[in-house]
């Protein structure tokens, strides 16, 4: 496994290594661990292997939980430019505003990050197939890279997330499930799910990929801003000052609160590399209705108070419980004992909107502009003087998708808020929604063949257009053991395998009562023989050449059996 980096866990302080499969310290089962890398020796060989790298998230993978970079899942994630706000500048009086603009980004907001590196971590893992909740951007950037990698993935959505990233979110073929409750409700009811299904789930802030892509932000910003305004001139020529340059100070809005921590993490490994000389404060904004870290950090706690309904029509900050996620933004800010978190109206988020996008251009979203208004009340409270270097992370702008494009039924319906959900009889409330969305009657078909890549392309085929449960058999012994025990509807069977071929396996199917109906697609490499179609006639419903097949055969083909 990698042994670039190791985790160490934050419960018990035992060293594992990482396996993305198991997220769970070996140890005490707890879940929040942190990677750790060779910084001393990375102190030196960054900056020389660093020039000759393109500018993305990739560039610094020697800090990143991937084992091998895969060019294949690439969609260009980070490198975003850093972009010098002049007339925000001039109305704040504040020269050095810069905007980290990940609306540049493959699906447009800072997620992207996130979703490169744990669906390129997943893939390495073998998994091939997760679930997520979402508030809306983190569901659409896994689901292009899902899709890229081809692997299925469930989102659980709030209503409050607007129709049109629910309906980018379905283009790409993930399954939307819409939870009419708080984000808070989804999480836990995907994580249920999850749990029923034996499926990955996603786990935020304590997922050491996410919170690990979110320290190329801060990477990046370094090396954008020595770029742009030169190294920290040293102030004693004796002493060496760092090669980079970090901010004075780093803004960004905060729901869940996994970007700020990742970022403040990413500087804080600069700064123990010997990159950057400290590191910077930080400003965390959150929307008024739903501000349970402002309301803990006013009072002095490290724990967060939750907020139970949040009130705020910016859905992509609605976590009313951030968790641990606070405690631990909480714990870094007091020992650096500086930063800052506040919150500001839907309303002054609105007109920075509106700033951003008549004085620079910056068409942003919501969730984005709740951090300019963050930044324009810190700087009106002189919290930040005019002399500083603001980084503020433009965290996203959607590009909603046309109404008419889906069609109908691409989504199921959860609604938690009927009267029956009581406070303590909330857990049941929740199973009992959950069941009755009768996920477990999607049809079931077998994928049997000894090559690895045509059933993940056949996998593929057959998710990209319908819901089917999938099972997957790599030679003939366990095809048929897991045919007994699975019961598909639906059987994709390869001629050509060692040991026990197809022609062997479909006899042995033959002679089960309980198999010996199922119906059988035979997929073939080659010509068959007058002999061997002689051998097939009568057993199976439909033959298939490998490498010709067209997608849309394929489905017809199995959508008729399966009628
Ligand atoms: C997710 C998101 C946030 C909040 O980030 P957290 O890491 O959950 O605190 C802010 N803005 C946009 C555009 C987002 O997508
Ligand atoms: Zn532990």
């Given at each position: 496994?990698?042994?670039?980096f ?5 419960d ?8 993305p ?25 960054l ?17 990143l939980?991937?084992?091998e970079?895969?060019?294949?899942l ?7 430019p ?21 609306r ?6 800072f997620?992207?990050?996130?979703a ?7 893939k ?18 896994y ?8 692997i ?8 409050l997330v ?10 790409y ?7 009419t409750g708080?984000?808070?409700e989804?999480?836990k009811?995907?994580a ?23 320290k ?15 190294a920290?001139?040293p102030y004693?020529?004796k002493i ?22 990742g ?24 929307s ?36 641990r ?8 800010m ?6 800052i978190i ?8 609105f007109?920075?909107?509106h ?21 324009v ?5 002189g919290?930040?003087?005019?002399d500083e ?7 996203g702008?959607?590009?909603?998708i046309?109404?008419?494009i889906l ?5 199921r319906?959860?609604n ?12 049941e ?10 996920i ?6 077998a994928i049997?063949?000894d090559?690895p890549?045509?059933r ?16 997957e058999a790599s030679n ?8 007994i025990r ?27 009562k ?8 035979v997929i ?22 490998k490498?010709?097949?067209m ?11 399966l009628?």
């Open positions: 496994m990698s042994s670039h190791i985790t160490v866990c934050q018990c302080g035992y060293k594992s290594p990482f396996l499969g198991s997220p769970a310290c070996p140890k005490c089962g707890g879940l929040w661990r942190e990677a750790i890398y060779d910084y001393a020796n990375l102190a030196y060989s900056p020389i292997v660093l020039p000759g790298r393109p500018f993305d998230i990739w560039r610094y993978r020697e800090l939980p991937v084992r970079p895969n060019p294949d690439s969609l260009g994630e980070g490198g975003s850093l972009i010098h706000a002049n007339n925000l500048g001039l109305m704040l009086g504040l020269p050095n505003i810069y905007i980290k603009d990940e540049q980004g493959p699906t447009a907001s997620k992207d990050r996130q490169a590196i744990m669906i390129a971590s997943l390495e893992a073998g998994i091939t197939e997760m679930v997520c909740a979402s508030t809306g951007n983190v569901a659409i950037s689901s292009a890279y899902a899709a890229r990698a081809g299925k993935l469930w989102a659980f959505l709030t209503s607007p129709a049109a990233k629910m309906r980018e979110v379905a283009l073929g993930t399954q939307v499930v819409k939870i708080t984000y808070d989804a999480k009811l995907a249920e799910f999850a749990k029923q299904r034996n499926l990955f789930l996603d786990l935020g802030a304590r997922s050491i990929p996410c919170l690990e892509s979110m190329t932000i801060s990477f990046e910003v370094a090396e954008q801003l020595t770029a742009l305004l030169g920290v001139q004693d020529q060496k000052s760092s090669p980079w340059r970090s901010p004075d100070w780093y803004i960004q809005s905060v729901s869940g609160g996994m970007g700020p921590l970022v403040m993490k990413g500087f804080k490994e600069l700064h123990l590399m010997g990159l950057i000389d400290s590191e910077p404060k930080v400003g965390l904004i959150q008024e209705g739903c501000a349970p870290m402002v309301h803990a950090w006013r009072q002095g706690k490290d724990t967060a108070i939750p907020v139970k309904s949040p009130h705020t029509l910016i859905a992509t900050l609605a976590t009313g419980d951030p968790g996620t606070y405690t631990q933004i909480y714990k870094k007091a020992e650096a004992q500086s930063g506040e919150s500001v109206t839907d309303e002054e988020a007109r920075a909107m700033f951003l996008a008549k004085m620079e251009g910056l068409s942003i979203e919501p969730a984005a502009a709740v951090a300019f208004a963050g930044l009340k810190l700087v009106r409270a919290k930040i003087r005019p270097v603001v980084v503020v992370n433009c965290s702008h959607t590009m909603p046309e109404r008419n069609g109908e039924g691409w989504e319906n959860i938690l808020s009927s009267e029956s959900l009581t406070e303590d009889g909330q857990e409330g929740l199973l009992a929604a959950l069941s009755s969305v009768s477990d009657r999607f049809p079931r078909i049997v063949d090559e890549n045509v993940t392309l056949i996998r593929r085929i057959l998710q990209s257009q319908g819901n089917y449960q999938i099972f003939g012994k366990n095809a048929i053991e897991m045919i699975d019961r598909p509807n639906l059987i994709l069977l390869d001629l050509m395998m060692p040991d026990m071929d197809g022609f062997q396996v479909m006899d042995a199917l033959q002679l089960i309980e198999t010996q109906d199922i119906p059988i697609i073939t490499a080659k010509e068959l023989t007058p002999a061997e179609n002689k051998r097939l006639k009568g057993h199976i419903q439909s033959l298939m050449q490498g010709d097949f997608n849309d055969d394929l489905l017809d083909e199995v959508r008729a059996l009628k």
